[in-house]
């Protein structure tokens, strides 16, 4: 038994120049007229990059927009949840032609990050896009207002892909493409990979979750997502600290990999789940761990929406497949992590562990219980916290499932 194979392709599609090729790109795009593209937009462009998602060559027309917001496939029939697109203003669509090549620029940056030859430009609903993607069309939903704030006109067409930005050398030892994770899985002797999503720093509810994955699977990813995120979420570099002290204090030697890829966070709920685990699969993984309000924001999703969209969508959507698993919580009669399927214990019993609850306690210097996160790991977030004066640190509130 193999690996599983890269989603749609029997081998990953990667769109990353390199040597003779990329130099000549590079100088080929300072002839080019330029366009900004976002954080967001950078990240897509890398993961095209490095084949993570493959098969895809390049940022959608408007036939797999479409076909991807309304029913979750490509025009060709291929299952995909989320619209990878690249956007503009009216002003400047209207001076590209068809064929033309344009340099694209991380806004943030300057750094040219790549080519795209246009093949399409089009306008998109809006509306429909965060109504079908995201269930909502209100406007304080991360993602909402992230599709809101792009340009009008869609740009489409295949790209050529320079860099990955930053991640390489920020997160060194961290950040990994494809190929590199299924090199690693290969070394190893895996073959059944659970990946484990997350966007915060674990506790012990995440602890659990992975421990569980470890029993039943050959090894275990903590992926960690290193593009943006909201106001008042803790950032990569010091969640990467905390997750790795944990590794060391609290998993065995050799079952858990710590990794990290290069999205910004889009808060899709269901629909991000079904991306998180298609991505997954071209990093070689075989399950991907789905709990409680998986990607979501809120209370914009039920806790447990992201588990039964896999059932809408069946099995041969893609070969990667959840590992679902119920509430988890601290129980006070059992004197440990636990389930509702596992603890017999009544709610009165049960201390239900979340990341916008560890975030508002450290954010306020209030104490954390010892059942909420490891002493190790609370350190690192506590010094983290500390270089923050008080007033500047962002409101964080308990909403939706998080406030339970």
Same mark, same amino acid.
């Given at each position: 038994?193999?690996?599983?194979?890269?989603?749609?392709?029997?081998?990953?599609?990667?769109?990353?120049?390199?040597? /003779?090729?990329?130099? +000549?790109? %590079? %100088?080929?795009?300072?002839?080019?007229?330029?366009?900004?593209?976002?954080? $967001?937009?950078?990240? /897509?462009?890398?993961?095209?990059?490095?084949?993570?998602?493959?098969?895809?060559?390049?940022?959608?027309?408007?036939?797999?927009?479409?076909?991807?917001?309304?029913?979750?496939?490509?025009?060709?029939?291929?299952?995909?949840?989320?619209?990878?697109?690249?956007?503009?203003?009216?002003?400047?669509?209207?001076?590209?032609?068809?064929?033309?090549?344009?340099?694209?620029? /991380?806004?943030?940056?300057?750094?040219?990050?790549?080519?795209?030859?246009?093949?399409?430009?089009?306008?998109?609903?809006?509306?429909?896009?965060? $109504?079908?993607?995201?269930?909502?069309?209100?406007?304080?939903?991360?993602?909402?207002?992230?599709?809101?704030?792009?340009?009008?006109?869609?740009?489409?067409?295949?790209?050529?892909?320079?860099?990955?930005?930053?991640?390489?050398?920020?997160?060194?030892?961290?950040?990994?493409?494809?190929?590199?994770?299924?090199?690693?899985?290969?070394?190893?002797?895996?073959?059944?990979?659970?990946?484990?999503?997350?966007?915060?720093?674990?506790?012990?509810?995440?602890?659990?979750?992975?421990?569980?994955?470890?029993?039943?699977?050959?090894?275990?990813?903590?992926?960690?997502?290193?593009?943006?995120?909201?106001?008042?979420?803790?950032?990569?570099?010091? $969640?990467?600290?905390?997750?790795?002290?944990?590794?060391?204090?609290?998993?065995?030697? /050799?079952?858990?990999?710590?990794?990290?890829?290069?999205?910004?966070?889009?808060?899709?709920?269901?629909?991000?789940?079904?991306?998180?685990?298609?991505?997954?699969?071209?990093?070689?993984?075989?399950?991907?761990?789905?709990?409680?309000?998986?990607?979501?924001?809120?209370?914009?999703?039920?806790?447990?929406?992201?588990?039964?969209?896999?059932?809408?969508?069946? $099995?041969?959507?893609?070969?990667?497949?959840?590992?679902?698993?119920?509430?988890?919580?601290?129980?006070?009669?059992?004197?440990?992590?636990?389930?509702? +399927?596992?603890?017999?214990?009544?709610?009165?019993?049960?201390?239900?562990?979340?990341?916008? +609850?560890?975030? +508002?306690?450290?954010?306020?210097?209030?104490?954390?219980?010892?059942?909420?996160?490891?002493?190790?790991?609370?350190?690192?977030?506590?010094?983290?916290?500390?270089?923050?004066?008080?007033?500047?640190?962002?409101?964080?509130?308990?909403?939706?499932?998080?406030?339970?």
């Amino acid at each position: 038994m193999a690996l599983v194979t890269p989603h749609g392709s029997p081998t990953l599609v990667t769109l990353l120049l390199e040597g /003779d090729a990329l130099a +000549k790109a %590079q %100088q080929h795009a300072k002839t080019l007229t330029t366009i900004n593209i976002t954080s $967001r937009e950078v990240g /897509d462009l890398i993961m095209l990059g490095i084949g993570g998602f493959t098969p895809l060559t390049g940022f959608m027309g408007e036939k797999d927009w479409k076909g991807v917001v309304t029913n979750m496939h490509l025009d060709n029939g291929l299952f995909w949840p989320i619209p990878i697109t690249l956007s503009t203003d009216t002003a400047t669509a209207n001076t590209l032609q068809i064929g033309q090549e344009v340099a694209l620029a /991380d806004t943030s940056t300057g750094e040219i990050m790549g080519i795209l030859t246009l093949s399409e430009k089009y306008g998109i609903d809006k509306d429909l896009e965060c $109504r079908e993607v995201f269930g909502t069309t209100d406007i304080e939903h991360p993602g909402v207002k992230m599709v809101m704030n792009q340009g009008a006109i869609n740009l489409a067409g295949s790209v050529q892909v320079f860099s990955q930005g930053e991640f390489p050398t920020k997160y060194a030892g961290i950040y990994m493409t494809p190929t590199e994770t299924r090199k690693l899985f290969e070394e190893k002797g895996w073959q059944t990979i659970a990946a484990f999503q997350t966007r915060n720093p674990m506790h012990r509810s995440h602890e659990y979750l992975a421990k569980i994955a470890v029993e039943i699977c050959d090894g275990v990813l903590i992926h960690s997502l290193l593009g943006e995120l909201k106001e008042g979420d803790i950032p990569a570099d010091v $969640r990467q600290e905390a997750i790795g002290v944990l590794i060391d204090k609290y998993f065995k030697k /050799d079952t858990v990999i710590q990794s990290g890829y290069p999205l910004d966070m889009r808060y899709a709920g269901p629909r991000e789940a079904l991306l998180h685990a298609l991505f997954r699969q071209n990093y070689g993984c075989s399950h991907l761990i789905v709990g409680r309000d998986h990607a979501g924001v809120g209370d914009y999703y039920g806790p447990f929406d992201a588990q039964h969209i896999f059932d809408k969508v069946g $099995r041969d959507a893609m070969i990667t497949q959840p590992l679902k698993i119920d509430w988890t919580f601290w129980c006070n009669a059992c004197e440990a992590m636990a389930s509702t +399927k596992s603890c017999p214990h009544d709610a009165s019993q049960h201390v239900k562990v979340s990341g916008t +609850k560890l975030r +508002k306690a450290l954010s306020e210097d209030e104490e954390v219980p010892a059942n909420f996160s490891r002493p190790e790991v609370l350190e690192v977030l506590r010094a983290y916290y500390a270089t923050i004066a008080k007033e500047d640190r962002a409101v964080v509130e308990l909403k939706g499932h998080s406030a339970k």
